[in-house]
Nanobody
Framework: QVQLGESGGGLVQAGASLRLSCAAS????????MAWFRQPPGKEREFVAA????????YYADSVKGRFSISRDNAKNTGYLQMNSLKPEDTAVYYC??????????????????WGPGTQVTVSS
């Protein structure tokens, strides 16, 4: 089992940047994929980005392409979500998720076994 914990959320103005971190602990050697999801107020959880832990393959939702980038530091067992040019519609609780297996349906929250508690990102206009 892998435990996850997010940090780096906050309140920013539109156009600003934030970097979220997701620290993994436990059986991190077995990680295959790490992803970021977000849940806006009153809406369902939605896919943001994902990467394969060892292969470096990345996936992005169309809504964040060109503004967000995902990366990792294997030595620190930490994944990052760099968010630039933030918009009010990016306001949400952001969660990191991870799993030990290949997930063709990586955009779906149900595919992930491990989740962090989430961190709030609020973008004011």
């Amino acid at each position: 089992q892998v435990q996850l914990g997010e940090s780096g959320g906050g309140l920013v103005q539109a156009g600003a940047s934030l970097r979220l971190s997701c620290a993994a602990s436990g059986r991190t050697s077995a990680l295959y994929i790490m992803a970021w999801f977000r849940q806006p107020p009153g809406k369902e959880r939605e896919f943001v980005a994902a990467f394969t832990w060892s292969g470096g393959i990345t996936y992005y939702a169309d809504s964040v392409k060109g503004r967000f980038s995902i990366s990792r530091d294997n030595a620190k067992n930490t994944g990052y979500l760099q968010m630039n040019s933030l918009k009010p519609e990016d306001t949400a609780v952001y969660y990191c998720a991870a799993d030990q297996h290949y997930r063709a349906r990586y955009q779906y929250p149900s595919e992930y076994l491990s989740w962090g508690p989430g961190t709030q990102v609020t973008v004011s206009s």
